[in-house]
């Protein structure tokens, strides 16, 4: 594959932005090699500056739901641009986007809009704390909130992709409030409790883990946390900014029926751009500012070209509910498909998948927790990983990140995944 302007392009830019990229894992550091400069987009492919096609299993790691430069969004960003991409003021489209949430995802009262997963997972714990009056979250080994202080503890996504184990930056007394469990473990969750009785505000998790790769929740894990909060008046967050809208239209707390306290959004939410939320019960949003003290703002939260794209696509969405069927015969096409690869080449894995989101992990013991993931084989992944993009199959270049499917990528894509696959384990394991 030829990659001369790539390269060209990540040798600038070294040279001006820290480690060349404006977020960690695109700079292939735990893969190696050269990440290709990308130039345009469409569907299910994604195009770099040398020309080449690539399958995209990323999607901006996962906005796009149904593919890259998907019509009725970009035609509504175009009809929107004209008339004004910011005002600092309300709009009737804030309006309809709260509308819009709050008719798909059950049992939320309230949102707030903001920027990003980030700012949404950081004013989730600061409301939590505020209206609580107390300091401690209880979060999960490997599990990722964005970089907020609080949040960069044990934590999944790049954190656990460049193995940095303490962050410097994060002051010791911030830290010192985040308490961790391992996933899918009430009683670490337990424990925790019981040495810190009446000092916790929240318990913060992904109900599908997937910056660890993907590890689905054991049965009864969230029903218990949920359960364990409401007995002790702990707020019970759920940080969907990876599973809202895309593991079903009301995310989680439709597939799983559960009751937080708060839900994160970001990724989906914004269309691909760049956008977050934080929703949840009136009793605890209306906490936030300028209803309540705890201070929250954002100069361009809910600016109408934010708000035009991630309201078109939820909206079709909504209307188009099949959508989620279809995306999770692919994503079990996908896993069937793999697995078949794998177990013929005698190579040991595991394929969690939950609805469109799926992982690979080279080991022959099920992935419940960070530490299971973490003692699979990075070597073969790295292996693989190359294989494929050689082969025009854009995967995430960490195993601590989760493949994501498209609703664009057809039967001729995964069957020529597949192919890449099954060529790229032979040149492997000859
Ligand atoms: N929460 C989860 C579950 C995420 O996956 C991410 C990002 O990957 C975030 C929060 C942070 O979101 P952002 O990158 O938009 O700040």
């Not at 894990?221 to 008046?233: I, M, V």
């Not at 300028?290 to 600016?303: D, H, I, K």
Request: proline residues 6%; charged residues 15%.
């Amino acid at each position: 594959m030829n990659l001369t302007r790539s390269k060209q392009l990540f040798e600038r830019a070294q040279q001006l932005i820290p480690g060349g990229v404006n977020s960690p894992v695109r700079a292939f550091r735990h893969v190696g090699g050269i990440p290709p400069f990308m130039a345009s987009a469409k569907g299910a492919y994604l195009y770099d500056v040398d020309g080449n096609r690539y399958i995209d299993y990323v999607n901006s790691w996962g906005p796009m739901i149904l593919g890259h430069a998907y019509e009725p969004v970009v035609r509504a960003l175009q009809e929107q641009v004209p008339h004004a991409t910011s005002f600092g003021a309300p709009t009737e489209l804030e309006v309809l986007m709260a509308e819009q949430i709050i008719r798909m995802v059950q049992r939320l009262d309230q949102v707030r809009m903001v920027n990003s997963g980030t700012e949404a997972c950081m004013t989730a714990i600061r409301l939590a704390r505020g209206y609580t009056g107390k300091n401690k979250i209880i979060k999960f080994e490997g599990c990722y909130h964005g970089h907020a202080d609080s949040f960069l503890v044990s934590a999944g996504s790049g954190v656990a992709t460049l193995d940095i184990q303490q962050v410097p930056g994060v002051p010791a007394a911030v830290a010192q409030d985040t308490l961790v469990a391992p996933y899918n473990n009430l009683q670490a969750v337990d424990a925790l409790i019981e040495a810190h009785p009446g000092e916790i505000a929240a318990i913060i998790v992904e109900p599908v883990a997937g910056n660890m790769g993907c590890v689905p929740p054991l049965p009864g894990f969230l029903e218990g946390l949920q359960q364990r909060c409401k007995e002790r008046g702990i707020v019970f967050i759920l940080d969907e900014v990876m599973t809202g809208f895309r593991i079903a239209p009301g995310g989680a707390q439709e597939k799983f029926n559960l009751d937080a306290d708060l839900i994160t959004f970001g990724k989906i939410i914004g269309g691909g751009l760049p956008v977050g939320a934080v929703g949840g019960k009136k009793q605890i949003m209306s906490h936030l500012a300028p209803a309540g003290e705890v201070y929250q703002a954002g100069t361009l939260s809910g600016n109408p070209l934010a708000m035009i794209a991630g309201y078109t696509l939820l909206r079709e969405l909504d209307l188009n509910r099949h959508i989620y069927e279809s995306l999770e015969q692919k994503t079990q096409k996908l896993a069937d498909g793999l697995n078949t690869v794998f177990g013929k080449a005698g190579v040991v894995h595991q394929i969690p998948h939950v609805g469109s989101m799926l992982s690979v992990f080279f080991t022959e013991y099920p992935v419940n927790d960070f530490a299971a993931a973490k003692a699979a084989s990075n070597e073969l992944f790295r292996q693989f990983f190359h294989a494929m993009l050689n082969r025009g199959i854009y995967l995430p270049p960490s195993p601590f990140e989760s493949w994501f499917v498209c609703d664009a990528l057809s039967d001729a894509d995964i069957a020529q995944t597949l192919q890449a696959a099954e060529e790229s384990i032979l040149e492997i394991l000859p």
